[in-house]
């Protein structure tokens, strides 16, 4: 091979190799990144908690409304860290042993649970509302793809989920199954009917329902079922019985331009917690021997919320059922707290918190708390008065008008001259100072809940 046969050789290989050159940075330079070439919680982070999650006034920032509440935050750059590995807020799945997400344990993982609103994947298991609140389900793709990602480790790096699960836009919704109604002589149904929520709005309403009781009976279970897209469910009773709203009337607490119905506002001041969950579905027994006395010809308010982030009217619904035992067999009956701070002077531009105690002429087992105050209050604390425990934080609600209901495993133990203590913030943002009243504009600070003395 002469001289001029390795120059033409040498040339054509330069060109070629420039060819390629080009050919492979003009590919660069045009197509997108193999979806698989990204990390799979990257993914879950762009697909799934960026747009359905980390929204305005769910969980983008320490601003929303809703943080204190649930303290999580899933933006980017911080979501990884609030969840792997991280106790949960909720009392029942932290008392579990529930993550927000456990490594290889997508059964034992808060999130899962919460994507997936079936209920048969965790045995009836119930951690609160499922998610997004309000808004629409995800599709099975994202569900799976997210219980993948879990399975493998949940690495916060690397690819270990098979990225084309996504693709599977189905979206799997559970036909609504209303609680069956107690068969006669074990129990009764009281029933918020079937009402819509119009798209992108909350809606909050009250009725009154008679439990159907000719005589005086025993309640020792209630069950409570809502529909999807529900934050609470709650059956009260009344302080007083001289003037109670008309029966089976729909009270919005809001009207349609979402401002405060001042009229269905005042009702509540009448209200004594009876029964409630923010979960869709719960069953509460008392303690064996334990039970509800209803007088005969009784009437409860009962009280649902929906919210509703579609672009479309979802349907609210929901049920309670109230199951009866023989009198010969109970030997506790349960009693509600309803414990309330009456001196409350809010002076006008102040935060100020106050605090009452209450302590008992008896022992109490209490089983159940949850709080009331209106819309200047931040926070409500219960603390437990007197004895070895005294002090001891046992109950925290920061949102006034949906507040947690928690229902104690096992009941606090309060021996005579013990009780508890309420422990108030509120944050008068108005120009006048506020007392204890019985108006919307009127403050409040009730402890509610249920005990027996043993």
């Known amino acids: 091979m002469n001289?001029?046969?390795?120059?033409?050789?040498?040339?054509?290989?330069?060109?070629?190799?420039l060819l390629l050159t080009l050919v492979s940075c003009s590919k660069k330079a045009t197509?997108?990144?193999?979806?698989?070439?990204?990390?799979?919680?990257?993914?879950?982070?762009?697909?799934?908690?960026?747009?359905?999650?980390?929204?305005?006034?769910?969980?983008?920032?320490?601003?929303?409304?809703?943080?204190?509440?649930?303290?999580l935050v899933l933006a980017a750059g911080v979501a990884y860290a609030n969840l792997v590995g991280v106790d949960p807020k909720n009392s029942d799945a932290k008392a579990d042993g529930i993550k927000r997400v456990k490594p290889y344990a997508s059964l034992e993982s808060l999130l899962y649970h919460k994507l997936n609103i079936s209920a048969t994947?965790?045995?009836?298991?119930?951690?609160?509302?499922?998610?997004?609140?309000?808004?629409?389900?995800?599709?099975?793709?994202?569900?799976?793809?997210?219980?993948?990602?879990?399975?493998?480790?949940?690495?916060?790096?690397?690819?270990v989920a098979?990225?084309?699960?996504?693709?599977?836009?189905?979206?799997?919704?559970?036909?609504?199954?209303?609680?069956?109604?107690?068969?006669?002589?074990?129990?009764?149904?009281?029933?918020?009917?079937?009402?819509?929520?119009?798209?992108?709005?909350?809606?909050?309403?009250?009725?009154?329902?008679?439990?159907?009781?000719?005589?005086?009976?025993y309640v020792n279970r209630y069950e409570t079922k809502m529909r999807s897209g529900s934050h609470h469910f709650v059956a009260y009773d009344f302080r007083s019985k001289s003037s109670l709203p008309n029966l089976n009337d729909i009270r919005d607490l809001r009207n349609p331009d979402n401002s405060l119905?001042?009229?269905?506002?005042?009702?509540?001041?009448?209200?004594?917690?009876?029964?409630?969950?923010?979960?869709?579905?719960?069953?509460?027994?008392?303690?064996?021997?334990?039970?509800?006395?209803?007088?005969?010809?009784?009437?409860?308010?009962?009280?649902s919320h929906f919210v509703n982030k579609t672009t479309s009217v979802m349907k609210g619904e929901a049920q309670i059922n109230l199951y009866t035992v023989d009198k010969s067999t109970v030997k506790i009956v349960v009693q509600t707290l309803d414990l309330s701070n009456t001196n409350l002077t809010l002076p006008a531009n102040t935060r100020v918190t106050m605090t009452k105690s209450f302590t008992f002429d008896k022992p109490r087992k209490v089983l159940t708390l949850t709080s009331h105050m209106h819309k200047l209050g931040e926070k409500f604390v219960i603390k437990i008065k007197g004895g070895?425990?005294?002090?001891?934080?046992?109950?925290?609600?920061?949102?006034?008008?949906?507040?947690?209901?928690?229902?104690?495993?096992?009941?606090?133990?309060?021996?005579?001259?013990?009780?508890?203590?309420?422990?108030?913030?509120?944050?008068?943002?108005?120009?006048?100072?506020?007392?204890?009243?019985?108006?919307?504009?009127?403050?409040?600070?009730?402890?509610?809940?249920?005990?027996?003395?043993?």
């Open 162 to 217: 098979d990225v084309t699960i996504l693709e599977d836009k189905t979206v799997t919704v559970a036909t609504y199954e209303p609680l069956a109604v107690p068969t006669a002589g074990t129990g009764y149904q009281m029933a918020v009917p079937l009402f819509d929520v119009q798209p992108n709005f909350e809606r909050e309403l009250f009725t009154r329902k008679m439990v159907g009781n000719s005589q005086d009976i």
């Open 121 to 159: 994947h965790h045995s009836g298991k119930q951690y609160g509302n499922p998610m997004p609140l309000g808004g629409n389900t995800l599709p099975d793709g994202q569900i799976e793809f997210i219980r993948r990602w879990i399975e493998a480790g949940a690495p916060k790096t690397g690819n």
């Open 3 to 17: 001289f001029l046969t390795y120059t033409r050789l040498g040339l054509c290989v330069g060109i070629t190799t």
């Open 388 to 454: 070895t425990r005294d002090g001891e934080i046992v109950y925290t609600s920061t949102d006034w008008e949906s507040p947690d209901i928690i229902t104690f495993a096992t009941p606090i133990d309060l021996k005579k001259g013990e009780g508890l203590t309420s422990e108030i913030t509120y944050n008068n943002t108005t120009a006048k100072a506020v007392s204890f009243g019985l108006t919307s504009e009127d403050e409040m600070g009730i402890i509610f809940g249920y005990y027996y003395e043993p």
């Open 31 to 71: 197509e997108s990144p193999n979806p698989t070439e990204v990390a799979s919680f990257d993914l879950i982070q762009q697909k799934i908690l960026t747009p359905s999650c980390a929204t305005s006034g769910c969980h983008s920032s320490e601003k929303d409304g809703t943080f204190a509440q649930h303290g």
């Open 261 to 303: 119905n001042i009229l269905t506002a005042l009702t509540m001041s009448n209200h004594v917690y009876l029964a409630g969950s923010q979960a869709q579905y719960q069953d509460y027994t008392f303690p064996a021997g334990a039970a509800l006395l209803i007088p005969a010809g009784a009437s409860f308010d009962l009280n």
